[in-house]
């Protein structure tokens, strides 16, 4: 299955289906896809024609502080599809997603994806906005980062693990849920999908 290991009441995860989110208290349903129409090909990209049920509005983020951007409103992320991932630079298994998201965001920002990293840390090392800084800046990140000390993002979200990713519509809604690490082609289908949904 997946290896996990417990950390001061939450868990870093190597990778875990959406599915499993309900079992793992964060309140989503597990995730139901069904085909809706056959795929094609939108500007270059294969769209599966898959359909995901909306699980829930996404929280606001709501951050006074920022990387890599000015902070962002519910209303600066509506219009088209995000993607909301929870980390902290010190989990190993966050350190392995970051190449994908960053490819994801040079690949399909053009597309109308906006990326939105939280990072909610889980020693006091990385509640100093500097090492968030040089953390960022040594992955490559782009992306923009809300800091998120006070946990109070993580709470909003019903968030329990690190890495998770949230994927929301252009309406806020989210629709697709990833624990941990692995299934980085059907993150990224799900982006795709809901891109040219």
Known sequence: ??????????????????????????????????????????????????????????????????????????????????????????CYNCKNVIPSMNAWYEELRPHGLEIVSVHSPEFSYEQALNNVRTAVASHGIEYPVAIDNDFSIWRAYGNQYWPTMYLADSEGWIRYVHIGEGNYDKTRQAIIDLLFE
């Not at 606001?60 to 920022?66: E, F, N, P, R």
């Not at 509506?78 to 902290?88: A, D, H, K, M, Q």
């Open 1 to 90: 299955m997946t290896a996990s290991k417990r950390k001061i009441g939450r868990r870093h995860f190597l990778g875990v289906s959406a599915g499993l989110a309900a079992a793992v208290g964060c309140g989503l349903q597990p995730e139901q896809t069904a085909r809706l129409e056959p795929p094609r090909i939108v500007e270059g990209l294969t769209v599966s024609g898959n359909v995901y049920p909306r699980l829930r509005e996404a929280p606001a983020i709501d951050s006074t502080t920022w990387v890599n951007s000015p902070p962002l409103s519910a209303s600066d992320l509506r219009g088209n599809p995000y993607l909301v991932e929870f980390w902290t630079f010190g």
